[in-house]
């Protein structure tokens, strides 16, 4: 049931998020509106999407910070309707998806955070026994391990977000769309993710510069 849950909540934010990618296709490209709704609506598909795989504690951080988010976006799109934007039918059925959304997450939140039980495993008892050197040593090899893993976890974070973004759009898709959905990650890193995936054959490519727009290959 949970993981059902899962799947049906990433799937109507998923729905959600590319009928307001084809709304605001219409606002103009230099519109800050634009982009700050687009920025929000990733936010909030990517926290959303990762709900599954993280620990409890950030299970419920991210949560609350999908219904914060989720509240700014809705005076967002309040604002691009005033400014007429967008159309009021467009305002209303964005708002009325959103605020579903959040009845869905607050009606299942129990389902969503369950509680475990912890279980503690007993020291060995030959644990005095070990050296002060083989502790320094281990965790000197546990710490390159982990900085390790965690750049490799990261890059894979950016690479799953990269297509995320080119997957809900069936053209192509600016650079600053791209960079503009990556809070926490610098301009150059995105940038340098992008000229990966396309040695890697991922991805497609058009223009120069300011104006490079980028799309998945599909052969």
């Given at each position: 049931m949970v993981l059902k849950n899962f799947k049906d909540l990433t799937d109507k934010c998923r729905k959600i998020t590319e009928a307001l990618y084809r709304v605001t296709d219409l606002m103009p490209e230099q519109e800050p509106l634009k982009w700050s709704l687009r920025e929000r609506a990733m936010g909030i598909f990517s926290k959303i999407t990762e709900l599954k795989d993280i620990p409890i504690y950030k299970k419920a951080r991210n949560l609350e910070e999908i219904i914060h988010s989720t509240s700014g976006i809705l005076n967002f799109l309040e604002l691009a309707s005033a400014a007429s934007f967008i159309s009021q039918l467009n305002f209303e059925v964005l708002k009325?998806?959103?605020l579903a959304l959040v009845n869905f997450i607050e009606d299942r939140k129990e389902e969503f955070l369950p509680t475990e039980p912890v279980l503690i495993q007993p020291l060995p008892s030959n644990i005095n026994s070990l050296t002060q050197a083989n502790d320094k040593g281990h965790n000197r090899q546990n710490n390159k391990i982990s900085a390790k893993e965690m750049s490799v976890k990261d890059d894979i974070d950016r690479k799953s977000k990269i297509?995320?973004?080119l997957n809900n759009n069936k053209d192509w898709v600016s650079i600053k769309d791209i960079i503009f959905a990556f809070k926490d990650v610098g301009p150059k890193t995105v940038q340098r993710e992008l000229s990966a995936m396309i040695s890697e054959g991922l991805?497609?490519?058009?223009?120069?510069?300011?104006?490079?727009?980028y799309a998945l290959k599909t052969n």
């Open positions: 009325r998806e959103y297509i995320a973004i991805l497609k490519t058009i223009g120069e510069k300011r104006w490079r727009k």
